[in-house]
């Protein structure tokens, strides 16, 4: 790789590395922050404005983790249980404490300070509230998998028929509960797959709403009772979320008066950086920088950049429904330039590899290569397949990545060498995840939420939540159930490899790339900055000078 990337320590069992900061030292002072038309402020309030290319989909949230703006926008206004700065360092959140003795039971206090914002304190029967709405097959929630290890729910999260209570679950008191497992569990899964996604929602205010109405809830969309560091205030559809300080933050009033979220193409985040109209990129997969424009980030004097690993990697789905001949996606795989797209789009500062995990992770199968780029392979596949050239594959893509775009035409280009049409069309990023869950594509871009925990059940599970490539095989399912059961470290490595090798004969996916991203963050900000774990975990620490 030619551009800087310094891994400085790779944890056991962790996806994530550490990158050496960069910082700018050039010339290049920028003009002070102009006012957005579309901003309110007013004369000494303290803000930062982030900017992110992808649009929230919904602040609800059961359904949040389903795309990562969501995800990360809604952690402002809803707190999880519990957070994490670093790998593997779980940090008290909502939940003041988070325990076990034999990895089956776990014991877990609610903060006793927490309030939602109309005063009510956040207590255990929120707690079980949402806990059933997630478990009820009649509401739509993408956190099932995030719950399966639950005793009482079957493999996707849910109740069986007829069932209405977790037995897996237990109200101890107001502030205290407990959650036992179907069999002893890695602590680390449980943590971050229900402890840092679970986040509760307001009981007294849905206790009459009927569960298949919960997700039209106009709540849903301007969530009024929260329990975050700040509060919702308004969303300008595709151009900015406002959010306001919770001055009755259980863990300290914030700092900062308001929150600004601004949504605009990759490219214009360049230019409202070097401006001062945004403060920072999220960076980390929704508000990436083009990698063409880091040295001028770089030389800004009035901006510290960094690079910093991302917490998702970029991929291509392929429906194997439509493209049901495993041949044809063995071609397309092997008729994919990789190496072409980061040279070209990256500069050689990405890597390439199959499935879910990148080298530095502990459970990448590393004696399994790559798809290897081979156009002849992929023509004598499509010829044993019967592939009929005359067919147009629908190849749709997501906008704002400037990248993901580009990457785009070159797949399309690649494939029409060897005798496969596709034709791009481009979407906002709401209508591709909609197309995505309605497997509307025959292939689609799309970027892939990662964790540390190996669990890709949401992905190859037949029953995952984000199994837009309607992938079924019983062997890998069996393997993904028997991988969240089981809690030596050892044997669950040996049983991520074994799906590894399966899923890569299979190709429900394949992995384009993974780069860390530069963040760019402007000098008025004392602190705060977009990170790889827990962005939002300290926000009512963040400050800017005046």
Known sequence: MRRLWQPVMAILLTLSVLISGCSSSSSGAITKPAESKTEESKGNEKMVRIGVFNAPLSFNPLISSRDLSSAETSTLIFEPLINRIKPLEFLPQLAESFETQDKQTYTIKLNPKAKWTDGTPVTTEDVAFTLQLIANPKVESTLGSSIAFLEGVGPDGRLPEGQTDISGLKVIDTQTFELRAKSPTDPNMIKEQFGMKFKPLPKHVFKEVKPEDLAKHPFMQKPNVTNGAFTFVKYEKDQYVEFAANKEYYRGAPKLDKIFVKIMPSTNL???LQSGEIDMNYGLGIGNLPDQDYDLIRKNESLRTKLEPQVGIQAMMLNTVTINDVRVRQAIAHAVNRQLIVDNLMKGDAEIFDGLYPSLSAYQNKSLPPIGFDPE?????????????????????????????QSAQIIAENLKTVGIKAKITKFDFATVSQKLRKHEFDLALSGLYMNIDPDSSAYYHSEGLSNSSAYSNPKVDELLEQGKAEAN?????DIYDQVQVQVQKDLPLLTLYYNPALVAVNKRVLKGEPRLFGTTYDVQEWDVAQ
């Open 377 to 405: 392979k992929a023509r004598s596949l499509l010829q044993e397949a019967g592939w009929d050239s005359n067919r147009e594959l629908d190849f749709i893509v997501p906008t704002g990545n400037q990248i993901r775009e």
């Open 489 to 493: 470290e050892k044997r669950r490595k």
């Open 270 to 272: 360049v230019a409202q």
